[in-house]
């Protein structure tokens, strides 16, 4: 698939804020393209540089292929070319992984998202195999996610600094909440400046990009995404102030997930006007207190809900 992408440029999408969306589900728990669309809608207006599909908020490792094409397809065609789509091909194994990433291909997408391989362990000499062999499947760049706590893998300096000498390896995506690790990270770009390094983890979101990271992707920007835009914004401004004020808002925000992370986050949408709430099982959706205080948190943000719903 062709498409006009001289509206973007991986540098300022990369040092801007991409979320890292929910995938809103049907009754049959198959994902809803109106509310993907809206969804998409909601985070570019809020001023976000790019989409992030099928990663941890957007549940890809739990959808069947069916779904996970369907998500791709959909948001490529929402985005229309305004910003990049980064893949989540997130899978437990070099094989099923180069699979998610040739689905990716055919349905548009931009760049491709991978950790390191999971369910055993493997050691950084398979975790660069594992990329290379996603680079050879694949023309698409990819970035790098780090996330142990879900992989029970860490990618460690010495390994993200050999992958980071492949000019297609465009960055990482650091969600360990290690910051001094995160730093370590950024220590690459003195040997290749371009290198990009994202902040996932919402609570070190100020103190990172005023430490030299370039952008972030926030599961919380699906519900506020100009809030973190805001937070670039101050942080590019070096306005220390704002951005103490700011990640402070952040860490009020992060109320919403207090009783369940992904049902608090799907929830908020939900009340916003975007999908129906329903998480992918076998979580269940938040209950009537969580609800309760989604909704005043809401509240004191000043966000309301959508005019159309697309539950």
Same mark, same amino acid.
């Given at each position: 698939?062709?498409?006009?992408?001289?509206?973007?440029?991986?540098?300022?999408?990369?040092?801007?804020?991409?979320?890292?969306?929910?995938?809103?589900?049907?009754?049959?728990?198959?994902?809803?393209?109106?509310?993907?669309?809206?969804?998409?809608?909601?985070?570019?207006?809020?001023?976000?540089?790019?989409?992030?599909?099928?990663?941890?908020?957007?549940?890809?490792?739990?959808?069947?292929?069916?779904?996970?094409?369907?998500?791709?397809?959909?948001?490529?065609?929402?985005?229309?070319?305004?910003?990049?789509?980064? #893949?989540?091909?997130?899978?437990?194994?070099?094989?099923?992984?180069? @699979? =998610? /990433?040739?689905? %990716?291909? $055919?349905?548009?997408?931009?760049?491709?998202?991978?950790?390191?391989?999971?369910?055993?362990?493997?050691?950084?000499?398979?975790?660069?195999?594992?990329?290379?062999?996603?680079?050879?499947?694949?023309?698409?760049?990819?970035?790098?996610?780090?996330?142990?706590?879900?992989?029970?893998?860490?990618?460690?300096?010495?390994?993200?600094?050999?992958?980071?000498?492949?000019?297609?390896?465009?960055?990482?995506?650091?969600?360990?909440?290690?910051?001094?690790?995160?730093?370590?990270?950024?220590?690459?770009?003195?040997?290749?400046?371009?290198?990009?390094?994202?902040?996932?983890?919402?609570?070190?979101?100020?103190?990172?990009?005023?430490?030299?990271?370039?952008?972030?992707?926030?599961?919380?920007?699906? #519900?506020?995404?100009?809030?973190?835009?805001?937070?670039?914004?101050? @942080? =590019? /401004?070096?306005? %220390?102030? $704002?951005?103490?004020?700011?990640?402070?808002?952040?860490?009020?925000?992060?109320?919403?997930?207090?009783?369940?992370?992904?049902?608090?986050?799907?929830?908020?949408?939900?009340?916003?006007?975007?999908?129906?709430?329903?998480?992918?099982?076998?979580?269940?959706?938040?209950?009537?207190?969580?609800?309760?205080?989604?909704?005043?948190?809401?509240?004191?943000?000043?966000?309301?809900?959508?005019?159309?719903?697309?539950?």
């Amino acid at each position: 698939m062709t498409r006009d992408r001289a509206a973007w440029s991986w540098d300022s999408a990369l040092s801007g804020v991409i979320p890292p969306l929910i995938t809103p589900l049907d009754t049959e728990q198959c994902p809803n393209p109106a509310a993907i669309a809206a969804l998409v809608e909601h985070v570019l207006i809020g001023g976000c540089t790019g989409l992030f599909v099928l990663g941890g908020c957007g549940a890809g490792p739990w959808l069947t292929s069916d779904d996970r094409e369907s998500v791709v397809r959909t948001t490529v065609r929402a985005a229309h070319s305004r910003c990049p789509v980064l #893949v989540g091909v997130m899978m437990p194994s070099t094989r099923t992984t180069v @699979a =998610a /990433a040739r689905c %990716a291909v $055919a349905g548009g997408a931009d760049a491709l998202v991978l950790t390191s391989p999971y369910y055993f362990d493997v050691d950084p000499a398979a975790q660069v195999r594992h990329v290379e062999a996603v680079l050879d499947a694949v023309d698409l760049p990819l970035l790098l996610y780090n996330i142990p706590q879900c992989t029970q893998q860490r990618l460690e300096k010495e390994t993200v600094t050999t992958l980071a000498r492949v000019p297609r390896v465009l960055g990482i995506k650091d969600s360990a909440g290690d910051f001094p690790a995160f730093l370590q990270f950024v220590g690459i770009k003195t040997q290749r400046p371009d290198f990009k390094v994202l902040q996932g983890n919402e609570p070190f979101m100020g103190p990172s990009l005023q430490h030299g990271g370039d952008g972030l992707i926030p599961g919380l920007a699906n #519900v506020a995404p100009a809030l973190f835009t805001a937070l670039r914004h101050a @942080a =590019a /401004a070096e306005d %220390a102030p $704002a951005c103490r004020q700011l990640q402070q808002k952040i860490v009020a925000l992060k109320e919403i997930e207090r009783d369940g992370w992904l049902p608090g986050l799907m929830g908020a949408c939900a009340i916003l006007g975007i999908g129906n709430g329903v998480p992918p099982m076998p979580y269940a959706p938040a209950a009537d207190d969580h609800l309760t205080v989604i909704r005043k948190v809401l509240a004191d943000f000043g966000l309301s809900p959508a005019a159309t719903s697309t539950g």
